[in-house]
């Protein structure tokens, strides 16, 4: 999950100075979704809502200087909402959809 978030916030692979603090957030933000009622399966599998929700919370907090964290704590506040709701099913009917030719990643 690592290398999926650092380039999600525009990071590149062979850059690892950052490793360990984003690294860090990745699990703040894991167990903030725990903690909010997010079920384990969601947040241990690769939904591409729970990828973008942990990518706005490293992007809200890594960094002391940053303008936008308000607008990423909101984005991460309403994804973290909408992974509450998702059960071992939708994981399942996701993974499905997501498959189909034309539909999918």
């Known amino acids: 999950m ?3 978030i650092k380039l999600k916030c525009g990071i590149a692979a062979g850059i690892t100075v950052y490793n360990d603090d984003i690294q860090d957030l990745i699990n703040s933000s894991k167990a ?14 690769d939904n591409e809502q729970l990828l973008n929700a942990i990518t706005c919370y490293v992007k809200a907090y890594r960094g002391n200087d940053r303008a ?14 909408y992974l509450k709701f998702l059960t071992i099913e939708d994981l399942a009917l996701i993974k499905e959809i997501t498959s189909i030719p034309g539909v999918g990643a």
């Not at 936008?68 to 909402?81: N, P």
């Open 32 to 45: 903030d979704l725990m903690a909010s009622g997010v079920i384990k399966e969601v947040i241990q599998s």
């Open 68 to 81: 936008d964290t308000d607008e990423y704590i909101k984005m991460y506040q309403d994804l973290r909402f």
């Open 2 to 4: 690592l290398e999926k």
